[in-house]
């Protein structure tokens, strides 16, 4: 019912030349996975030269960030029309790295999720807990929180747009991966949360991606978790071959 997700999140890497060309190799590398959706979130300024190497490619775009004022003076900031223009279908939002190294907060994540909705932009709300919380105890009240206000508005015919990352924070870029186990009860989790909010079957629609250290060589036990519908890949993102090896994982 829910087809895979693999999401390479490039964060502020590659350049116009480089990111052309990973784009290009995913795409030729993906004609023969039919399963599996794939996506690819270059650095906003490179959003335009990748979508052309993408044009008529069964790879996706997205952006990584967007702001939720439609223009103005709000200097550095990019819009969901500007996303749109370029040919973004889905954009990140609340990724860990926003919201604990510039500042981003639920609030902040919640007014995107709705302009990018509202403008026909599926948002990959990003949601995880840090290493203190999770010795604390604190895992599910971290991930509860960061979605219930992540998803206030959102209306029951939207939410089926909207993919959630898990990505538990210490596991980003660490090499730590969480087991199938932990990502699975953090999933299930979701999904119930999904399921109070809106009922079982827009739950059952709803992709969660999880991410966090991702690569061909786990990514097969993670995405046999039932309630695991892909991966946010992040540094494994930026090799055509790996990043096609995790995509290959999944069917
Ligand atoms: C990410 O940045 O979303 C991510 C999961 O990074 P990595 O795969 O490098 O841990």
Redesign the pocket.
Known sequence: MRRYLIAG?W?MNTDRSTGVALATAIAEQAADLKDVDLLVCPPSIYLAPVAQALAGKAVALGAQNMYFEDNGAFTGEVSSAMLTDVGAEYVILG?S?RRHILGETDQDVNKKTLKALAAGIAPIVCVGEKLEEREAGETAAVNRRQFEAAFEGVTAEQATSVVIAY?PVW????GKVATPEQAEEVHADLRQLLTDRYNAEIAGQVRILY????KPGNAAELMAQPNVDGG?????ALKAEDFIGIAKAAG
């Not at 596991?171 to 660490?174: H, K, L, Q, R, V």
């Not at 991410?211 to 991702?214: D, N, R, T, V």
């Open positions: 999140n964060k990724h790295e990505e596991a980003i870029g660490t991410g966090g250290s991702m946010l890949i992040g540094g494994a």
